[in-house]
């Protein structure tokens, strides 16, 4: 069975800078397509980025572009999520997430395995 397991949120000010991180554990990471989704309260689960399985290929959803990388290193076995520029339209808990498909990872449907999330609050 894959673990999933966020890192690096916390309280930050607008224009500021967060490193989310995602250790898995129980499976290798390369096995996956790998990606962030965000949930804020009283709404859906939202897409952020996803990237391949040795990260070629990336995508992203519109307002996050030029504002957020994800990246991987999968001999560390680990997810991260580089935010810039943040907003208070930010603020939700992300979750990593896992797929087998990466064509099927930006919808939540897509997803075969899901961390516990962390908080990323950013004030204004």
């Known amino acids: 069975q894959l673990e999933l397991a966020e890192s690096g949120g916390g309280l930050v000010q607008a224009g500021g800078s967060l490193r989310l991180s995602c250790a898995a554990s129980?499976?290798?990471?390369?096995?996956?397509?790998m990606g962030w989704f965000r949930q804020a309260p009283g709404q859906e689960r939202e897409f952020v980025a996803a990237?391949?399985?040795?990260?070629?290929?990336?995508n992203y959803g519109d307002s996050m572009k030029g504002r957020f990388t994800i990246s991987r290193d999968n001999a560390k076995n680990t997810l991260y999520l580089q935010m810039n520029s943040l907003k208070p339209e930010d603020t939700a808990v992300y979750y990593c997430?896992?797929?087998?498909?990466?064509?099927?990872?930006?919808?939540?449907?897509?997803?075969?395995?899901w961390g516990q999330g962390t908080q990323v609050t950013v004030s204004s």
């Open positions: 997430a896992a797929s087998q498909d990466y064509y099927a990872l930006p919808k939540t449907n897509g997803i075969d395995y």
């Open positions: 129980g499976r290798t990471l390369s096995t996956y397509a």
């Open positions: 990237i391949s399985w040795i990260g070629r290929i990336t």
